[in-house]
């Protein structure tokens, strides 16, 4: 696997022991790769930070069921990037020369953008018909910066997703499902909980989701989480957090070093009529957002914040 060579310290390039390493760790140099016989398997918080797709990256990582985007990455090839492949391969050149890479996966290492970088490259030569089951924490030699997902993709690249009913995708077209792959399709089918994307203008990364007994929309939001939970504090104290009549704020959860703002809805309504309350929603959050540059939270605003922060919890 190739490997970048991480700057040595700062006799040769200025970096100094104590800054952080070039991995994006978020630990030190002389703590992750510039240590003696290279990295441990250090947890990196935001593992897709950086990239303009970080929001939809985390939302098929944590709570999307079935979907696939076409993976940008930098010069030629096409892989598509999926949420889950049959029984939850890590990467798989299917017979037809198509090739996959799967977000949810059973086992990994302190970095995700590490381990989707290997089964990117993986893929690009593996044969027709191999899988890659998992990947792993792999220590690196000192000295030495394993690739991760920001160095293969544009980084200013979104993802157009397709959300799928169920996970026929995982086959060519004819052909049938047989033995264990039968079996893994048929677990999956029966998990997957009815899910839309949202689609209307300045709504990304928003994804409609038919729990059972009710319905929510699950919002990956791309701002600080301070920043976003004080405007969100803004719009409670102002009666003006809910979608609509129909909707209420139920919490939110971090996930990868973002927060994920979540809503009950009213299940009787497709997710197609929640596209206009949630952009409206938005532009709300939006004029919140940049009131705070210039108008502190009142008391009745941080109180609204406490409240929420009451209502958070973290899933990674």
């Known amino acids: 696997m190739s490997k970048r060579t991480a ?14 390493c070039p991995c994006g ?5 002389k703590a992750c790769h510039g240590a003696a016989g290279g990295a441990a398997d250090v947890i990196v918080t935001r593992p897709f930070e950086g990239l303009a797709a970080e929001c939809e990256l985390i939302a098929l990582r944590e709570f999307v069921p079935s979907a696939v985007a076409k993976l940008p990455l930098r010069g030629d090839g096409e892989i598509a990037l999926a949420t889950v492949l049959p029984m939850a391969a890590a990467a798989l050149r299917r017979n037809d020369d198509k090739s996959f890479v799967g977000l949810q996966v059973q086992t990994h290492s302190g970095d995700i953008s590490r381990d989707l970088a290997r089964a990117v490259e993986w893929v690009q030569g593996a044969e027709l018909g191999e899988s890659l089951s998992v990947v792993g924490p792999e220590t690196a030699p000192a000295g030495t910066v394993p690739t991760r997902l920001q160095d293969l993709l544009d980084p200013e690249a979104k993802l157009d997703v397709e959300v799928h009913a169920d996970f026929s995708w995982w086959l060519p077209e004819d052909v049938e499902a047989t033995g264990e792959v039968a079996l893994s399709l048929e677990r999956a089918n029966a998990a997957i909980m009815p899910t839309d994307r949202l689609t209307a203008e300045g709504v990304e990364s928003a994804y409609w989701v038919d729990a059972g007994e009710k319905a929510h929309l699950r919002w990956v939001r791309p701002e600080p989480e301070e920043k976003l939970l004080a405007a969100l504090a803004r719009l409670s104290a102002r009666g003006e957090l809910a979608l609509d009549e129909d909707s209420r704020y139920a919490g939110s959860f971090r996930a990868h070093g973002l927060l994920v703002p979540v809503w009950d809805l009213d299940r009787e309504k497709h997710a197609r009529e929640w596209d206009e309350p949630a952009a409206a929603l938005g532009r709300r959050l939006e004029e919140a957002l940049a009131s705070l540059d210039d108008k502190p939270l009142d008391a009745a605003e941080r109180r609204a914040r406490d409240g929420l922060r009451g209502r958070q919890v973290t899933i990674r």
Request: overall charge positive.
């Open 7 to 20: 700057p040595k310290p700062e006799a040769d390039t200025g970096i100094k022991p104590r800054q952080p």
């Open 25 to 29: 760790s978020g630990k030190r140099y």
